[in-house]
């Protein structure tokens, strides 16, 4: 019987019928293998935002003392970039959905592995993109 509320034990099934942990070992790898899934999530949001940042057509953009503003909305995107993106998503939204159904699970160890493995993909993959978006401002306006 599949359990309706969260619960700590080693005895479960994930996702399949033959997906089963019934001793510490088979446990704990099941938690590694879904926290390598998280991981692998935020590596794929990581390179898919990178493909649609390559595909930017480069268009005349205004400067402040040759430094750039960031890029106008409505900016074209190639159509391989368009393509490779959308694989991505695809790949993403399944990666995504079967981590959420591994949730629905409701066996706290699942769930502790998911928000690790986002948390330290998103450390790891993703928190740079932050770092890009500051803008050095040679005008000192204030």
């Given amino acids: ?29 099941t ?39 960031l890029p106008r909305l409505g900016a074209r995107v190639s159509n391989s970039a368009r393509v490779m993106t959308a694989v991505l998503v695809g790949v993403n939204s399944v990666i995504a959905y079967m981590l959420m159904l591994a949730v629905m ?9 998911v928000v690790l493995g986002f948390g330290f993909g998103y450390f790891f993959f993703r928190a740079m993109e932050y770092e890009a978006l500051v803008v050095q401002d040679p005008c000192p306006c204030d």
């Avoid at 926290?35 to 990178?50: H, I, S, V």
């Avoid at 595909?55 to 400067?63: C, E, H, L, T």
């Fill in 1 to 29: 019987m599949m359990h309706m509320t969260f619960y700590w034990g080693t005895k479960m099934t994930l996702l399949f019928n033959s997906w089963k942990t019934e001793s510490w070992p088979s446990y704990t790898l």
């Fill in 31 to 69: 938690l590694l293998v879904i926290f390598l899934f998280a991981l692998f999530y935020q590596y794929m949001e990581d390179r898919r935002l990178r493909f649609l940042a390559m595909g930017i057509k480069a268009q005349s953009q205004p400067s402040i003392n040759g430094a750039p503003l």
């Fill in 105 to 113: 699970s409701f066996n706290w160890g699942v769930l502790i592995a």
